[in-house]
């Protein structure tokens, strides 16, 4: 039982080093905004209990990342998971939180017995739970052994990663969480997600097959699709935001998938290219996700809304959450000069280079199908914000619970202001950040056994210059002043041609009608029906008529309500719901109650045991 | 890169731009057999609309009053990008060709939110549409971007006009990037700059509450953005390095040739306009995903060398 005493070494490589610093950073600013969040929202044991559920959460995946002993590496996983499972049932009055941590610790734990499978079999041959022992075992394996290995490693760590099909839970526990809490697993757990993946993947096993990139990448292409058009749909702001994460996991592990194929076809520099995009994208997301969470939680603790569909007219309301919100918003679209742009441009330009290297035919459209469905994600998410933040921030309110909103606390402002301005540094400096960011993946994509030269794509602090054959440059700073010049010149004309015309403040255009209120605007579910019919043949929505009847004669009105049917949801995990319950029922039978046939049981439970030990 | 010869350019675009709708306005109305306004109806328009007081919506907030600045700033930003009657002159340093396309972006996401901003629902119709429609239309750019790029193995706008040679990928290239055009100017089939019925506008809807300078500004930023999508779309075919290897010893040939280029895709243009009806919205999108199969065909034929 040696492997019980375990060696408990810490890993501070730059790549542990680089995601402790992603784990710390969002942390700590989402723990300052619940500072002021907490305060009068519950009573005083529960806030001493979030605040220790809190820190446990954080130290508990700092360890996940800082272990070099996979033993250890699966114990704070399992309080990673367990701990964040207490934070989603955090509210238990209500009856959703239930829900949701029960979907959250069964999936989570479906993810975990594939891990802990994977690690019994990379144990099996190395007779260590060591990284480096492990990864000594990995050179001799077998080919299929591998194979095996990369599968249940792949929808383990999917699972906590919210890759589509295994995303069932992310949608209902994320937003269940107190935002704070959201903000920190949203941004940060699920990335621990990806440092298990490549760690285990790049570092331990090695990237052992083109396939194996191949299925990331068309697994990360499918939660992009899935987790934006779902994200369209929704009207709970909160649930909206968890859509974008999965859509958002999907382009990290675009990057992730695109590095391993280039790793396999031995082109280093590609490969440090593509994975210097995955994880630049996985800083930015977890900087805009936050953000955007803690907005969406002070507005939540001002309105007790979560519903987009009742809110409306808050920017006037509470300005400043507003203004960071729509800072989260432009980033997480890509829309220069902040963060977001910038990885998903890298990301581009390593399907391009992709495209201009690969060996194969096949290869080269793949990588063309990849950044096409990178661009239609990418437009679809900016169409989601433009919803996200016109119907809850713009035009009148449409509830009285909105009217009374108040703009958030200090502390939580700052927390907001922080962040907000990290999505424009990440985006303007992004010279030195990818500098950092390429020397790790260098370091991951080097401990495949390739020799990766120096590359850091950048020139200077403002300027990325990521295209290997020719001058193809980006400097969002560069791209900031060319946008405030020209508004400018526009703010110039404006005021030298047009500076004694009059502006009239004046009811909205009605077409004659001038009482208009708050039901002639037009809401969530309006705007996204050009997508829902556009994508029908994925969502299969349907309508629900009530008819409400004054008595038999007179119907007093109709009640129409509008359904989509979650194909992974309806299909897949229904069934295996199904199957399960089948199953157990059929066991039951075995449970008959009387108390003969229990010592039935005992006697030839007895009898087995005794003809096992006498062979 | 020569900073004062790309702001040149840029600004003689800017100034020439309002021109190109007009131009296009009287082709259309003269293949119609009408007489129609004179070439220069548009700057007339400007000027009046300079001239003009502004009613802006009780209801609107700061973002009503900014996305006009927005929506010029990331056109005329984009326009810098790209290099058009000089070859491989802009502002190539700040951005590439696929860093375009996020840069219009930003125009649409804040006009498209100054749509909802007023609380009018046809202003909240134009926004949903125009979102709609322009996230189909990205993947087809993108790819007929990376057709065009492979040629030169870079995304580098400057390197990209340096080419001399046609090939068949960016012919096809340029079919993508003139179905891109005729939707991101919202022009017919897609949308109908003329119509005024409120139900079928789209990008018309969207803007519907603004008035004075700041729909001129607006105006402004369309005639930008069509003057971009054009030099593209003609540039990807004969790029400016074919008219100065052609007749290197005329100073003027380049611009003279760019001319050209851009007064046939105006009559491309009114003659796809004047010969085909508005589609419905959700044919307009078997429309766009067409320009995306062109530009995958363009992409493939170019990644395997032709």
Known sequence: MNFLKPHYSLLLDPFSLFFLCVILLISSVSAV??????????????????????????????????????????????????????????????????????????????????IAAAFVLLYKQAGSFDLVAMKTAALTMPPAAKNLIFVFLFIGFGTKAGVVPLHLWLPYAHPQAPSFVSSV????????????????????????ALWWGNLVLFFAALSCLVGVIYALMEHDLKKLLAYHSVENIGIILLGVGASMVFIKLNLPVLAVLALSAGLYHLLNHAVFKSLLFLC????????????????????????????????????????????????????????????????AVGTKAAMGVYAAVLALTGGLAAACFVKAFGIT????????????????????????????????????????????????????????????PRADFSSGVYTITPSLSGPAALSPAFLLLLLVTAAGAGAALVFVLARRRKVTAVPTWGCGYYELDARTEYTSTAFSKPFRLAFSFFLMPYRRTEKINESHYHIKSFRYELYNTYIFKRYLYQFGLKMTLRAARSLKRLQAGSIHLYIAYIFLTVLALMIFSGM | MNPSNAALQVLALVIVSPLISGLIRKLKNNLRLRIGPGIFQPY???????????????????????????????????LCLMPAFLPGVSFSAAGDFLAVIFLLSLGRFFLALAGLDAGSSFGGMGSSREMFLSSFVEPAAVLAIFAVSAAAGTTDPAALSLLGAVRPSSVMACGAFFIVLLAETSRLPVDNQETHLELTMIHEAMVLEYSGPSLALIEIAAHVKQVLFMTIAVNVLISPALAASLWPSLALAGPAFFCVKILLACAAVAAVEVSIAKMRLFRAVDFLLFGGLISAVAFILAVTGH
């Not at chain 1, 590496?73 to 998971?81: D, G, N, R």
């Not at chain 1, 309110?397 to 301005?421: G, H, I, Q, T």
């Not at chain 1, 990290?422 to 985006?427: A, V």
Request: charged share 15%; proline share 3%; with cysteine.
């Open chain 2, 44 to 78: 007339y328009d400007i000027a009046k609309l300079f001239s003009k007081d502004e009613n802006i919506s009780v209801t609107a907030s700061w973002i009503f009053r900014a996305a006009p600045y927005v929506a010029l700033g990331s056109s005329v930003a984009a």
């Open chain 1, 33 to 114: 905004y619940a500072y002021g969040y907490v305060k009068d929202e519950y009573s005083p044991k529960k806030t001493v209990l979030a605040g220790l559920l809190f820190t446990a959460f954080m130290l508990s995946m700092a360890a996940v990342v800082t272990t070099g002993n996979a033993l250890v590496f699966l114990v704070f996983w399992e309080i990673m998971s367990l701990v964040s499972y207490f934070l989603v049932v955090f509210e238990t009055e209500q009856k959703r939180s239930v829900n949701a941590g029960a979907i959250y610790i069964i999936m989570t734990h479906i993810g975990t017995a594939f």
């Open chain 1, 296 to 359: 969406a939680g002070s507005v939540y603790r001002s309105t007790r809304l979560r519903d987009m569909e009742k809110m409306g007219g808050l920017i006037k309301l509470m300005p400043w959450t507003a203004a960071f919100f729509l800072f989260g918003a432009l980033a997480i679209s890509a829309i220069p000069p902040l963060n977001g742009f910038v990885s998903e441009w890298l990301t581009l330009q390593a399907f391009f280079a992709g495209a201009m290297q690969c060996p």
């Open chain 1, 185 to 208: 697993m949203s941004g940060v757990m699920i990335k621990i997600a990806i440092y298990g993946l490549v760690r285990f993947v790049f570092f331990v096993l090695g990237v052992n």
């Open chain 1, 393 to 452: 921030f713009l035009a009148i309110p449409r509830s009285e619970d909105v009217k009374k909103a108040r703009e958030a606390p200090f502390s939580m402002k700052a927390a907001m202001a922080f962040l907000a301005l990290l999505t424009l540094s990440l985006g303007v400096f992004a010279g030195p950040v990818l500098g950092v960011i390429s020397k790790v993946s260098a370091f991951a994509a080097g401990s495949c056994g390739m020799l990766v």
